[in-house]
């Protein structure tokens, strides 16, 4: 079982000492909650979320890289884009912001993304795709990867070729997502489709889709004999849960999940950090958190319809405080 991973770049190689790696997701894995799964897994590559290279060079989102600099451990960019110039700059910027590895979003199957020739729908341009590639890997050092699906439906799964092709022109690792982009996030991820991609390819390979605990990992590393896992979803109300799987591959045993009130006290801190950076704009981001962490304790559906309506971060935080005492005067 893979338990570190090694990825050579055009110019640096890049070791990271667990093979279990944070997806990025829009809307999600910004620097708080990146900052909250570091706290479980601190030798874990995590990733920001997917960032436009055409708007980052005019000037937007150039905070999500520039942060990262101030981060430990290992931090990964996720572009997307269709212009190869574009790509290629914000790789540089990205590169000189401190970025571990540079990913190409070749996946996403978001229909406003797709529209704009990014993400998934490269795997109908694959000449476009190539050249992305060869842009990127030619304008930094660092490793270059990319993430992408198994094909664009069942009926066109030439994926094969694709990637071998993307291989030759430097791309240094891929993450693939066991399902196709006309699936989105429906049906079962294919591990075993995975697994026949690894046997053709020489990079390093993650497997990608339906990892939500140690058991879904191991199973799928059996199946893929992938070099690493990328957990997406699986983070949603648990940020320990890549620390907790990479706890479990490395047979360390010793993990200990946050109890239910310590996953209270989180929403609280993570409630605090959106506020004291997004001003009251902050209790509304928090509210997707909060619906994903209350749950799997008595009173938490109360809870959490409660939290959402709150009018103030003080009035959310003093339901849960209540909360913690109600279930504190219980055990």
Not at 80 to 92: G, I, Q
Not at 216 to 245: H, Q, S
Request: proline share 3%.
């Amino acid at each position: 079982m893979h338990t570190s991973l090694v990825i050579k770049g055009k110019g640096v190689s890049r070791e990271i000492k667990s093979s279990v790696i944070q997806s990025p997701l829009a809307g999600v894995t910004d620097k708080i909650f990146r900052k909250f799964i570091r706290r479980w897994a601190p030798e874990s590559l995590l990733f920001t979320e997917m960032i436009n290279a055409t708007s980052f060079n005019l000037g937007y989102g150039v905070e999500k890289i520039n942060q990262i600099c101030n981060e430990e451990g290992p931090v990964g960019i996720q572009l997307f884009d269709n212009r190869p110039n574009s790509v290629a700059e914000a790789a540089k910027q990205s590169e000189s912001s401190g970025a571990y590895i540079i990913d190409i979003n070749m996946g996403c199957p978001v229909k406003k993304i797709a529209k704009k020739g990014g993400g998934s729908a490269l795997l109908k341009d694959p000449s476009l795709a190539v050249e992305l590639v060869k842009r990127i890997s030619n304008a930094v050092k660092i490793p270059v990867s990319v993430k992408t699906r198994i094909g664009w439906s069942d009926t066109d799964k030439n994926i094969t070729e694709f990637l071998l092709r993307l291989q030759d022109a430097g791309a240094n690792m891929f993450t693939i997502h066991g399902r196709t982009r006309e699936q989105g996030f429906n049906g079962k991820a294919d591990w075993k489709f995975i697994g026949k991609l690894k046997e053709e390819l020489e990079i390093p390979v993650i497997a990608n889709g339906d990892i939500y605990n140690t058991k879904d990992a191991i199973e799928c590393l059996n199946i893929t004999k992938a070099d690493g896992i990328m957990i997406g979803r699986g983070v949603l109300g648990a940020p320990w849960i890549i620390g907790e799987i990479d706890s479990a591959l490395k047979g360390l045993g010793n993990f200990k999940k946050p109890t239910t009130e310590e996953k209270l006290n989180l929403i609280i801190e993570h409630i605090d950090e959106l506020v004291s950076e997004k001003g009251q704009h902050g209790l509304l981001l928090a509210r997707k958190y909060i619906a994903w962490t209350c749950k799997d304790f008595d009173g938490a559906q109360n809870l959490r319809r409660n939290l959402v309506k709150a009018k103030s971060p003080e009035e959310a935080k003093n339901q849960i405080l209540l909360m913690i005492s109600t279930l504190k005067n219980k055990s």
